[in-house]
């Protein structure tokens, strides 16, 4: 079982326990151990000089399941446990400082016979498995090492004549060639084996992040009608007046599902890339005009004015805003900046909807009123100063 596991948890039996060393447990990558035939038991490579530097590529190559370092030799071990997840294994490592079985979370009492029939898999693994690979890999390797004879005293014919192996010599070398292809092979698929359980863990991720957006923003198509305006909880947007503005803000304080559905039309305007000042325009207009906003002041007390900070969809356009921002490295805002755009938004609302062309329409006919009559009072100066 463990051999399909990620984790193995394993005893260093320690070839100097007899003089009083301790026996180390730790937790290695399953792919690590290796069966050793010669010596009939299993083994895991491990350093032999401890330092802070081995300590440190060890833990760092079994978090990350990467192979060990080529320098390190082989150490008998015996398994203790196994683990699926590295942070599991942490937790079934405490375990071991008390028992002396890890395989589960619960005691059971079948955890030598798990030991013991672990053990055997990784023996037939190392050994059949091997075996078999060895003499596919002989068989194939012995038609290339192989010369043509040749009796000369018999006439050439068109038939493949017969082939025998060269000196058996060479199978240490045939033998010494398997190893070393195997090894690369191994460490070759251990580095894919890892390089894929990383981008799993990146999609799981991506996956995760793009869930809770959609929990976050919900379709906001759904609030629109037909005719393109937006409707929340029977109120329609953009307020055109006062009254129906503050009803619907008064709402927007202790309804938590109008406020969801004000936030899900408030996204789709942001725009992350450009300061924040162009995401509060784009949304302000999105749920006001300008007659409702020529009765507000940002933050300071005027005559006549309400002040727009103590209303509800400030707080609710300042959340959106200030998070979401938060996010980006070069258009961070503070609460200062985010009520200087306010205030700019408010000021310059009145040139929505053609306001600057009508207000320029208007300011003409006067001023042409005014060259008009200063004219005339030039020419009437004129006239008296000749008399």
Not at 151 to 175: L, W
Not at 202 to 213: G, N, P, V, W, Y
Request: hydrophobic fraction near 30%; glycine fraction near 4%.
């Amino acid at each position: 079982m463990a051999v399909n596991t990620a984790y193995t948890l394993v005893l260093f039996v320690d070839d100097k326990k007899d003089n009083g060393d301790l026996e180390s447990i730790d937790m290695v990558p399953s792919f690590w151990l290796k069966y050793d035939e010669e010596d009939d038991c299993l083994k895991c490579p491990c350093y032999d000089n401890v330092t802070i530097k081995n300590k440190e590529i060890f833990s760092n190559a079994v978090r990350n399941l990467q192979p060990p370092p080529t320098t390190w030799s082989f150490h008998r071990v015996e398994i203790r446990g196994y683990s699926n997840t590295y942070a599991i294994g942490l937790q079934r490592l405490d375990k071991l400082q008390v028992k002396r079985f890890a395989f589960t979370t619960d005691d059971t009492d079948n955890d030598e016979e798990k030991q013991k029939s672990i053990e055997k898999r990784y023996r037939l693994k190392g050994s059949k498995t091997s075996g078999k690979k060895v003499e596919k890999l002989l068989s194939e390797c012995q038609k290339h090492f192989v010369e043509k004879t040749n009796d000369s005293n018999e006439v050439q014919s068109k038939d493949v004549q017969p082939m025998k192996p060269k000196n058996k010599d060479n199978f240490a070398e045939i033998i010494d060639g398997i190893n070393k292809m195997q090894t690369a092979v191994l460490d070759r698929f251990n580095k894919l084996s890892h390089q894929v359980g990383t981008l799993q863990s990146e999609i799981l991720k991506i996956k995760a992040e793009i869930q809770q957006s959609k929990n976050s923003m919900p379709a906001q198509h759904s609030l629109a009608n037909l005719d393109g305006i937006y409707q929340i909880e029977g109120y329609d947007i953009a307020f055109e007046n006062l009254s129906d503005f503050e009803k619907f803000d008064k709402d927007l304080k202790n309804n938590a599902e109008l406020r969801q559905k004000c936030i899900s039309i408030m996204y789709p305007c942001l725009n992350l890339s450009a300061k924040p000042m162009e995401s509060i325009l784009k949304i302000a207009k999105k749920f006001l005009k300008k007659e409702v906003l020529e009765f507000y002041t940002a933050i300071k007390e005027r005559k006549g004015k309400k002040i727009f900070k103590t209303t509800s969809f400030y707080s609710c356009l300042y959340d959106v805003i200030i998070s979401e921002f938060a996010k980006t490295s070069s258009h961070k805002i503070n609460e200062n900046q985010f009520q200087k755009d306010i205030g700019k938004m408010i000021n310059n609302s009145k040139d929505w909807d053609g306001g600057r062309k009508d207000r320029d329409s208007k300011e003409k006919p006067q001023q042409n009123e005014d060259s008009t009559r200063n004219k005339r009072t030039i020419s009437s100066s004129s006239s008296s100063d000749k008399e």
